[in-house]
């Protein structure tokens, strides 16, 4: 349902005042989303709706705290919506969110303070101290065992950072920094032989650049994965690069980015609010900081900012230090056992919705994590030699698709991350008749693009996709597309699908083809069309025969066959009386297994003539069925019709008009759509002739007869002069009079 709102705000919105068939039973529970105006993208589920003051109170679907989310994670939230704001009401579908579970992990190494760790995104992790005076760890097999490098890299020494270029691993301390160029022998670091420098932080994009930054201001920049620098001027702080471009937050609350790899640099002063930005990540499309008092900051570009707080409820007393971000999860670590996450980087939740509390093993000072795709699971380091390996993942997110009050498919916006079981479905839908049937599934490879720009209006968008995959749409209907398919079938064949016992499907035409035996690639039509609750896994199996058993009948008689023998059929009386007993039954005329065929024509004790199924008419009535699926009408430009009689209905459609004045006023007329959309212009839209109606509402005010009134009983406001032409009466006549008395 699609209508406008009348005002809302960050807990509540009010519905259109023209919605008089709204109420608590059918309202609670639904999705409401704004479409369109101010709040576009907003969505919430109803928890609450007063049919009178039409206010719908609204929950968070990502925490169960009032307020908005937003289809696209991370976008401001509108404060107040208007009567701009377009919304729409539909089933809700609740997914629940992967396991959590965070193990002590007992790593062998000797305790140091270890702080940071980075990895190739495979087999190859690095850990580091924050006193490079301890010796650094690592790992060869994705962090299963580790490893205790036998000498420190330099004593006196606070590490920065670590990060992988794409070719080599560089720690930076905060005098000088170290790289490695040889991933089998991860021991050996060289030292830059650039003079030493204060420096507080290092980004890498991952492909060969880097930045250094110092305390100064001033920023190294390289573009060969760290083996030459050169001088750039931008501010002092914490970077990150993501979505082309690096971006470096200071405590003052000034943000600098660069798009040209760190060689010049913009600054936005006063960005944030001042505080101690001691964290900066990037993922899915965001920028997220992390400063004191548990206070983060999001943008979408690097420039602009939106803050807010990791859980303003949360009564642990947990102070967050440490970002990380992978699998579409945003993570914070502290000093105590709390551990929080996001998936938008301004909705953070230390608990599960069913109030399991996320936490760490135990209380220690955590540092970063890093999420091994190979394994997908989450590696949490900590002072000391035993470490946490978690496992949680991205919440999945869907939206129904209604059409002809029904649900014919959902629509998946985030497919989630790191399920490790089948998740629960939940679909809210009171104008339920029939509860929709769905069947959850998992697969590893299913596309999810990262969008770099969302365009305005969320009409258009640029995004990317790295990697193999595939779209996770099961085939359904007529068409289906096959592959490794030896020999090009023709129509006629039969098709037997693998896991589907009870239907044989016949081949009816071939769309395409391409490639070359044992391994074409075809498109092809097929009937009955395939439902949704036999639609085939990917990759599976089918046999396509042309040779199959046949039985050809040519003139036969089907009479009053199902009604019994001739004792139990009362033949020929049946014909005087009727039937008694057994009816007809022409299902059981012709009886195919396995595939086989029978080929006939046919009349029944009605003189109804068939062919096949392909075929009918009911010489009685006059009655003609075609099935479509067998006949080939691609050539067809045009066709005219006499008549349609439209079910069992006494009407009959005789002619489609594109007439726009609906002069003929008839019965068996039925117009196109832009002449429907013609009339209603040129009655409501300024035309000629005025547009009658019973009531017309427009907000509050409604005008019925001769009479205008306000639905919500209060005062109507005209803002402007009036100029009556005609006489007065009423109680306004009688205060003009009492005006002039005085």
Known sequence: MLNSAQTGDALSITLAASDTTGTPALYIGLRIIISSGTGAGQYAYITNYDAVSKIATITRESDDSGGWD????GYPIEPVLDSTTRYNLEPAVNISEPTYSAVTKTTGLAASTYKFITSDNAQNVLVVPTDLGQAHAY????????????????????????????????????STF???????????????????????????????KVILVLASGAVSYSANHGSTFAAATGIAGKAMYGNGKFVIVNDNGNVAYSTDDGATWTTTASALTSSAWGSVVYGDGKFVALGTDNKVAYSLDGITWYENEIDENDESGETFTTLSYGAGVFTATGT??????????RIWKTWQLDSTVYALDSSRVWGEMEYMPLTKNWIAVANGATWNTLQLGATAFARVKVGNSRISKYVMYNVGSNYTATPTVTLTDSNATLVAQSASRLNNGVLTPLFTNRGEGYVTATA???????????????????????????????????????????????????GSSPNFKVVVEISPPIKNQNSPDHSETLIIRELYSQVRVTGHDFLDVGTG?????????IYLAGYSGNVPKPFNEVTEFDGARVFYTSTDQDGNFRVGELFAVEQSTGVVSINADFFQLSGLEELSLGAIQVGGSAVVIREFSKETTFIANSNNIVPTQAAII?????????GSSDALTNALIAGQIRATSNTISSDSGLEIIIPVDVNMTKGIDGDYLAHQFFMAQK
């Open 178 to 208: 170290y790289y490695k160029t040889t991933l089998a022998d991860m021991t050996t670091f060289a030292e830059s032989s650039a003079a030493a420098a204060n420096y507080t932080s290092v980004a890498t994009n991952g492909a060969g």
């Open 336 to 345: 105590a056992t709390g551990f929080a996450k996001s998936q938008d980087g």
């Open 70 to 73: 937003h289809l696209f994670p």
């Open 678 to 686: 013609a009339y209603l212009e040129s009655k409501v839209s300024g």
């Open 565 to 573: 023998n001739k004792v139990a059929t009362d033949y020929p009386d």
């Open 139 to 174: 790992s060869l097999n994705g962090g299963s065992t580790y490893v205790q490098n036998g000498t420190p890299l330099r004593a006196s020494t606070t590490a920065i950072g670590a990060v992988w270029t794409g070719a080599v691993f560089i720690v930076a301390g905060n």
């Open 464 to 514: 990317t996709v790295t990697g193999d995959g595939y779209a996770d749409v099961y085939q359904t209907g007529k068409r289906v597309n096959l592959k490794n398919v030896s020999v090009v079938p023709s129509p006629g064949d039969n098709v037997v699908i693998n896991g589907i016992d009870d239907v044989n499907y016949r081949l009816t035409k071939v769309i395409s083809s391409s």
